[in-house]
Nanobody, 117 residues
Framework: QVQLVESGGGLVQSGGSLRLSCGAS????????MHWFRQAQGNQRECVAA???????SYANTVRGRFTISRDNLKNTVDLQMNSLGPAAPAVYYC???????????WGQGTQVTVST
């Protein structure tokens, strides 16, 4: 059974930093396209960062330069370092995996990020 479990969310001051982590079981992340999505209340879920099996990364314009996605194939984890968090940051952040061959999708349960002003 595949499980993606996010951790690291919480309350942070405006301008602060958080590091989210996604642990995977039942799949080997080195073989998957991995993503971080976020969904703010009342908004659609959006992809903020992606990393391929070849370690190529891409980011949404709204977070480029402030967020960094990384993967540790030995630990089977994908992290999202978030800096300079602002008013657009509060959301539930989800880990997402896509099998590049079968296109099967997997989602984590999400972790809440809240920013205090």
């Amino acid at each position: 059974q595949v499980q993606l479990v996010e951790s690291g969310g919480g309350l942070v001051q405006s301008g602060g930093s958080l590091r989210l982590s996604c642990g995977a079981s039942g799949l080997t992340i080195s073989k998957y396209h991995m993503h971080w999505f976020r969904q703010a209340q009342g908004n659609q879920r959006e992809c903020v960062a992606a990393i391929t099996p070849d370690f190529e990364t891409s980011y949404a314009n709204t977070v480029r330069g402030r967020f960094t996605i990384s993967r540790d194939n030995l630990k089977n984890t994908v992290d999202l370092q978030m800096n300079s968090l602002g008013p657009a940051a509060p959301a539930v952040y989800y880990c997402h995996a896509v099998d590049p061959i079968t296109t099967q999708l997997f989602w984590g349960q999400g972790t809440q990020v809240t920013v205090s002003t």
